[in-house]
């Protein structure tokens, strides 16, 4: 079995492996015993480099494509007698058709994220535009997709709910970029199934794990190690990356099509997180709520402040606006399809601040 993997020019993926111990798909989903040849979009990116490493750890021959300047994973390091590297881009649709030649099964796990307002239009021009190429060839050369979107596009369930599947962004109302980003390449998506592709969409949640570094989610991990006092008044999910790989592995490898699923483990008040972060650290935990008043004075102030450095603001108006946001997630639709046990959230928390401390 052969496996392509691919990252294109603009992918900064911001996004665990033990045995599969945990993971028991149902008897009636069918595994793929014919596949033959794979490509895993972003795959030095984190996310897709933790999917291209279960994939590799199955014993199957990887081809990853990336750009002349991206720099190969120490994640897939071991592996190289497995992998080649070639060069593509999911807006150049000659080299895209290429990676595509002979391809069946496709991981789109690429896409560029970014808080900062001035990258807002280009972000959503690269992301959108990447995923119709893709979806559009996938189409044409009847390929079965498992396209990577996220909790972000998923929109706010009534007061008292969890958020599900059913619930979708109002773009009309949405002023994050990279939320109607996510939302318009999942609708790209959509727009391929019906015209007859075969795909599933997962939305996962914030993405953990030991591999982010102090990049992305590690951010938060960071901040607390380097002592922070204030948490906000909100909540959030979270998912390990090693879970994210396995479902959407487990996925592809059912006969589910047409249909999207959260994939997150477990949802946390921000207190609560910051202070099991802190814990693991043997920092002293933040005490002193900020409340949503004091987050609008903060992404003001960050603002006024980088128009004299001329660096991005540490804080903008997106992030502290969903800083104090309630946002929890149903994951019953993921565990019941593939029969599913997440990795308990205490757990992955632990890896990761062992990994930053070592």
């Keep these: ?53 279960q994939l590799a750890q199955q014993g199957h021959h990887i081809r990853c494509i990336k750009r002349n ?6 994640l897939l390091k071991p592996f190289n007698s497995n992998i080649e590297w070639v060069e593509a881009d999911l ?14 099964y496709v991981y789109n796990c690429a896409a560029w994220v970014s808080l900062r307002e001035a990258d807002k239009q280009p972000m959503i021009y690269t992301n959108v535009n990447g995923t119709a190429n893709l979806a559009n060839l996938c189409l044409q050369n009847g390929c079965r997709l498992v396209h990577v ?15 599900s599947e059913r619930d979708y962004l109002d773009p009309t109302t949405e002023d994050d970029g990279y939320a109607i980003s996510k939302l318009e390449s999942e609708m790209e998506v959509w727009r391929g199934i019906a015209e007859g592709l075969d795909a599933v969409i997962v939305n996962p949640s ?42 959407m592995i487990a996925l592809m490898e059912s006969n589910i099509s047409g249909e999207r699923f959260i994939i997150n483990a477990e949802n946390r008040s921000y207190k609560d997180i910051t202070t099991e972060i802190a814990k693991d650290f043997g ?41 104090s946001h309630e946002r929890n997630f149903d994951n019953s639709k993921i565990r019941k399809a593939i029969n599913f046990t997440f990795k308990p959230l205490d757990r992955s928390v632990r890896e990761v601040c062992e990994a930053l401390s070592n």
């Excluded at 945990?22 to 990116?45: D, E, F, Q, R, Y």
């Excluded at 979107?149 to 958020?163: M, Q």
């Design 1 to 53: 079995m052969q496996i392509f993997c691919f990252t294109g020019n603009f992918i900064e993926d911001h996004l665990h492996t033990c045995t599969f111990a945990h993971l028991h798909i149902n008897p009636h989903i069918c595994a793929i015993s014919t596949l033959k040849m794979i490509l895993v979009t972003g795959a030095t990116g984190f996310l897709g480099s933790e999917v291209a490493k």
């Design 69 to 74: 300047t991206s720099i190969i994973p120490q």
């Design 91 to 104: 807006l150049d649709l000659f080299s895209l058709e290429n990676a595509l030649q002979g391809i069946k």
């Design 149 to 163: 979107s996220s909790v972000a596009a998923v929109g706010n369930a009534k007061p008292g709910e969890l958020t």
């Design 206 to 247: 914030i993405i953990i794990g030991p591999g982010t570094g102090t990049g992305g989610s590690g951010a938060l991990f960071e901040t607390v190690r380097n002592g922070l006092k204030f948490y906000t008044g909100g909540s959030m999910g979270f998912v390990d990356v090693e879970d994210v790989a396995k479902c």
């Design 283 to 323: 920092k002293k935990p933040p005490t002193f709520l900020a409340k949503p008043w004091m987050m609008g004075l903060a992404w003001r102030s960050a603002k006024l402040a980088s128009a004299f450095t001329r660096k991005p603001p540490a804080i903008d108006k997106v992030s502290a606006k969903a800083a």
